[in-house]
């Protein structure tokens, strides 16, 4: 959808992503190190927590798929348009086909936290597919465009590609913090540079870009490292607040897992317990 | 063979090994998770599994090298005319040795099972290496193409570059099933796009396809990551009836070990014994 | 700043930077290797030279923005012209966000150093991120500029992105002495290729170079592995140095923790002995 | 050098550097498993190797410089002429330098084995770096030549940069013998592809090939594969051959350490074992 909002809806969808990532992940950090050593189970809170995220994603996907097929000047499920011997809105099937992956990456998710025979990482990979089939398919949309338009969209490739690789490589080094507040890192920025996009190629006011002049490349390029430290920024004070916030939530005496336990409610709270009872 | 068929014979023979690695390695995932800690042999059962893989790869190899050489309009065996002072039928030399390099992992697989003196981890680096000669010799193929068949080459580089960069991992990384069913995966997906370059560039009916017209090429992009998604659907799918199978058919009480051996006939089974008996 | 002091400022600074991390990571391999096996922690002695450089990387990183800002020929704080709608001295800007991101990893190191909370590896990530960032805007530099010009600034990205790689790998093996050591070997060979490029681009005496003769990009070429050999040396001679003077002033009898902490003044260390202690 | 002398020395010396590798890391495993667990000092008979290959690198890297200086047309030591104010002989200058790093590996490697204090692994990072400046200044050698020339140096590329990586890999994965093995195959594949490269450019008998000849570089692409497929032939033979000429030479009941020691004189294995006992 070639324009501002088009640019707006998957940039707020990737900036919540990054942040939910950035807490979920300082709480995940935050009950491991608040474990006794030997044990490595993970709490039922974050099994809840998985579940919401996956069913988000499959959400996400479903209606970005169907708005993408049934808006008004959509394929409305039409690939191949016999009449005139050509393809309908490719555009939008490409879109849908990323949407697709992310909510084959949902599904992974929910299975892996539904099941202990689905093996750890699944998850992981099935994210790091859904980024690569998106920056791949963003590669070879970027044929004859302007400069500027061609070169914006491929920087958007270096928060895809990196995140698609250090999600990879989360595969094989589990629960290390970094690696998982960097994708949330790289999720934000990739979600601010969507905004951003949309702010050069669809001005919502003042005059448009000259998108063949060599400082705007320059510029935009600049800009680009700007996003980065912004994000890095956020991470970093999201992660913060988050982590201090649990600390003085969860008391001094008390165990950890009791306050995380209280931010569900009480019923569900006993469920979890029966449900971590029945597990084999 | 730059027909139909010549795409669909790979195209089968990828298929048929992806599904075989799927099922193999949940085999072994299998047992392995079933196994009490510490002990790590594997069954006799793999033993022959891998017998009968490698065994396929080097008569398949050995098939294809003299199809390809005494095909009708084949080299047979000649390699240079002094005649017309050229090369002989090239294309066909270069198909030859691809399977060579597939044999060769094969006889690596032999050799792996055979001996405990072969390091572990060699057919893997066989196998990594028969992709990339797969993939080198494709990629100086599709010079001078046109461009919807260049493309779709191109695309077939992905799986192939992709499954031997995950199984040389697979040599340092010994026993994740993750990686293992990934490239099962990636096999299924090479597998699958041979056929879906026969159907293109040689349909069986129908129009045939614009090799120029931009619109195709966008397209098969993204008809690509829909056969990475059905690739994967597959893989899960035969991963867990395999698994399931597996679990009804070896009973509650039963040894797994003795499930597995009953595959097998009986005076076999009693043969593996005295074999695994007879190992150093 | 396009002369001869505009590349020999960020080459001391780089020599600098290279010579304090092979004389840090000599003396930190030196005390591992030193130490009984199982006592992990590190000397306060290490905690204070990590604010050192820390601080020096952040007071540089600040100088160095003032200082492309408010030169005479600067942007002055100047980002957009309205009156000639252009960009404002955008070099300056993209020399400035190089030296921000210094100063991101500069406090990314004090925070380390100064709180347990903050996971091992951050400051790793944040130096990478950092020399990752100068040879991404580095890279759109060398736009449209004659070849000797283009090529001697492009071989400066090799040290860059290989020490942006190598310090990415520390984030997950730590305490590797050769991983640090090369680290500091590239900084040396960054600092010394930046005076190399003052060097040709602007010479202090005799002709000018011709930028479009090829023998001269074969020569540079070769120079900079010439450059790749001194540096392999100097941080070879400096590691020894230290070492040896070390192990010569920590005497025979005497334990090397106590050796260490007479370097710095008797009222520091037992201060530095109380934090020890009061550090959960 | 360019003749098929100049081609053939080098292609010698990988080939013999290839094969002593592999029978060097060979003997390695062999003794690896054949010690009992726990124990993993090296024999004193690997120390003496390891002088040996060092020793001879250095004295290979000296003489290929003085010969690349001091030949009949060779630059002399003269790096600049101001009369004519050109470069002298640039070609015999990069020879020269890719002489230099693979000297500078033997100097690591002697000083690896000579003290402990030289942390393990450095002279895989010299060795690495040999073959990255090797490949690094050979890329840029590509410069203008005809298309079947271009290529074929292109494709030393492979082996050289594969190389580099893999021996970059066992600075981490130590006493890895696949990753070893692998090594000296390259080196092998190295020296048996620059005698193809003598024997393409500067046939000893017969017609010149066309350079421009599509069809030859389709042949010689393939011939590559072959290369590798001999390649890794010999690299299995030399192995087993050693491996059970070593298993029967060492005898059944004795031990392989004592067999070892026979290979050298009965004298110089005192001193081994004083050696020994002397380290501290």
Redesign the interface.
Known sequence: MANFGGHAIPGSFFLFLGFWLAMKHTLQ?YWRTSQPKGRQIMSPFFKRIDYLEGGFLIFGAFVGIMVEQFVVDGPHAHLYDTESE??VK?MN??HG?MY??FG?SGIALVASAASK?V?A??DR??LS?ALF?EG??FY?HL?SRPPLDAHIHSLLLVPVFAGSASTMLE???RD???LEL?RACLFILQGSWFYQIGFVLYPLSGPEWDLKL??????I??CF??H??VA?LLVACTSSVV?FTVKRFSGRGKDIEIGMRNTSSKASSQKALLEESDEE
Do not use: E, K, R
Not at 214 to 219: E, G, T, Y
């Open positions: 950090h050509s393809w490719l099937w490409q086909t697709l992956f084959i025979l093996p990482g699944v990979l099935a597919l089939v791949f398919l070879y044929h595969v094989f080094i290390n913090v970094i960097f060599h400082d705007n490349i320059m510029f390029t600049m490292c700007w980065l430290a890095l982590w």
